[in-house]
């Protein structure tokens, strides 16, 4: 994981993932796994925006040398590197959506989360009395 990432309380401190599934560490977890997912989709707008320019440089460059009668087997090449170039800048594209389809999917699992178990953590730890595990008050449809 990235420096650049914010700290989130009890999300890697010290204890191994599966040691620790509570409320609050399975909500940072997600939490982080957006913030991931933004910091990706940021640095994919920033390589798309520089392969893109470099393969408008490249077909200019490209262009000059065909007025100044190169060789065309290196204009040929030059306008490889601007084709390679632009699917760079395509593929990029493609994670900005990837990057974003993370980011919505792991704040859909977190609102789904926080509604579905907040309601016993908050009861779990106002009341000092020690509550069953998640799931166990969830009604089965057998109850009338």
Not at 18 to 46: I, P, Q, V, Y
Not at 79 to 108: K, Q
Request: hydrophobic share 35%; glycine share 10%.
């Amino acid at each position: 994981m990235s420096d650049n990432l914010p700290a989130i309380p009890g999300v890697n401190s010290g204890r191994s993932a599966s040691s620790d599934n509570g409320f609050l560490a399975l909500a940072g977890r997600t939490a982080k796994l957006a913030a991931s997912a933004l910091f990706l989709k940021e640095g994919m707008h920033l390589l798309r925006s520089h392969m893109q320019a470099n393969a408008n440089a490249a077909l200019r460059l490209s262009e000059m040398n065909h007025q100044a009668e190169v060789e065309p087997q290196f204009i040929s090449m030059i306008e490889d590197v601007s084709t390679h170039l632009t699917g760079v800048a395509e593929a990029s594209g493609d994670m900005v959506n990837a990057a974003d389809s993370v980011d919505t999917d792991a704040r859909g699992f977190n609102n789904a989360h926080d509604r579905e178990y907040r309601p016993g953590y908050e009861a779990s730890n106002g009341s000092g009395v020690r509550q069953a595990k998640p799931g166990y008050y969830r009604r089965t449809g057998r109850r009338r």
